[in-house]
Antibody, heavy 120, light 107 residues
Framework: QVRLQQSGPGVVKPSETLSLTCSVS????????WAWIRQSPGKGLEWIGH???????NYNPSLKSRVTISMDTSKTHFSLRLTPVTAADSAVYFC??????????????WGQGTTVTVSS | DIQMTQSPSSLSASVGDRVTITCQTRQDIRKSLNWYRQEAGKAPQLLIHDVSDLEPGVPSRFSGSGSGTDFTFTIISLQPEDVATYYC?????????FGQGTRLEIK
C-alpha cells in the first residue's frame, strides 16, 4: 500500500522560504507524476505543479517564478520550495500521486496535509 | 486557465434522495474530468476519473456523466456517510484546475 508522508514547518516568516517534503513508501515512484496542491479558504484547491522521475517538472504559471519541485536521486521523496512567501501563501499543502503517465491526471493517493501559516 | 464552475455551492438533502452536482467549463475539455470528495479535516479522495469511471472500492450509488463543457455528478441514494465537500477537476490543459466545491449536508 502506497503511503505519502509529509514533513516540514507549519510557520514561515514573510519573505522567507516554504520547504516541504513528501516521503513515498510502499510502491514505485517511477511510474507516476508526483504533485503538490494547496487549499486555502479564499482560493479553494490550487494545483502548484508536478514532477516525473525523469526530472521535468510542470508548474502553475501563477506560481512559476517562486516555486521549485524536485525529486531526490534515490527517488524516495520529492520536495516543494516556495520563495519568497507572503500571507497569501498560508494554506494547507498536500502532496499527491498523479496518474498523468496513465492519461487521466487523477490524484489517487494523498499525503496527510500540512497547514502552513505565513506570519512573523 | 480553464475555469471550472460548480453548482450548487452547497446543498442539503435527505437520506435516500437523489443528489446532483454540476460542473461547467467555458471551453471544451472533452472527457478530461475527475471528481473528488473531501471530508472535514482530511485530504480529498478520488471517486471518479475520466467523467464516469469509478475508482475501485467506490460505491455504485456514485456516478458521473457528460462531455465537452457540461458534467454531472450524481449520488443515486444519499447516505449519511456522504456528508462531505465534492470537487470536480479538469486535466485537459495545464494548469490543472478544480471547481470551487459543493458542500453536501444531510437534512
Amino acid at each position: 500500500q502506497v503511503r505519502l508522508q509529509q514533513s516540514g514547518p507549519g510557520v514561515v516568516k514573510p519573505s522567507e522560504t516554504l520547504s516541504l517534503t513528501c516521503s513515498v513508501s510502499g510502491g514505485s515512484i517511477t511510474n507516476y507524476y508526483w504533485a503538490w496542491i494547496r487549499q486555502s479558504p479564499g482560493k479553494g484547491l490550487e494545483w502548484i505543479g508536478h514532477i516525473h522521475h525523469t526530472g521535468s517538472p510542470n508548474y502553475n504559471p501563477s506560481l512559476k517564478s517562486r516555486v521549485t519541485i524536485s525529486m531526490d536521486t534515490s527517488k524516495t521523496h520529492f520536495s516543494l520550495r516556495l520563495t519568497p512567501v507572503t500571507a497569501a501563501d498560508s494554506a494547507v499543502y498536500f502532496c499527491a500521486r498523479d496518474r498523468a503517465v496513465w492519461g487521466d491526471d487523477a490524484f489517487d493517493m494523498w499525503g496527510q496535509g500540512t497547514t502552513v501559516t505565513v506570519s512573523s | 486557465d480553464i475555469q471550472m464552475t460548480q453548482s450548487p455551492s452547497s446543498l442539503s438533502a435527505s437520506v435516500g434522495d437523489r443528489v446532483t452536482i454540476t460542473c461547467q467549463t467555458r471551453q471544451d475539455i472533452r472527457k478530461s474530468l475527475n471528481w473528488y470528495r473531501q471530508e472535514a479535516g482530511k485530504a480529498p479522495q478520488l471517486l471518479i476519473h475520466d467523467v464516469s469511471d469509478l475508482e475501485p472500492g467506490v460505491p455504485s450509488r456514485f456516478s458521473g456523466s457528460g462531455s465537452g463543457t457540461d458534467f454531472t455528478f450524481t449520488i443515486i441514494s444519499l447516505q449519511p456517510e456522504d456528508v462531505a465537500t465534492y470537487y470536480c477537476q479538469q486535466y485537459d490543459a495545464l494548469p490543472i484546475t478544480f471547481g470551487q466545491g459543493t458542500r453536501l449536508e444531510i437534512k
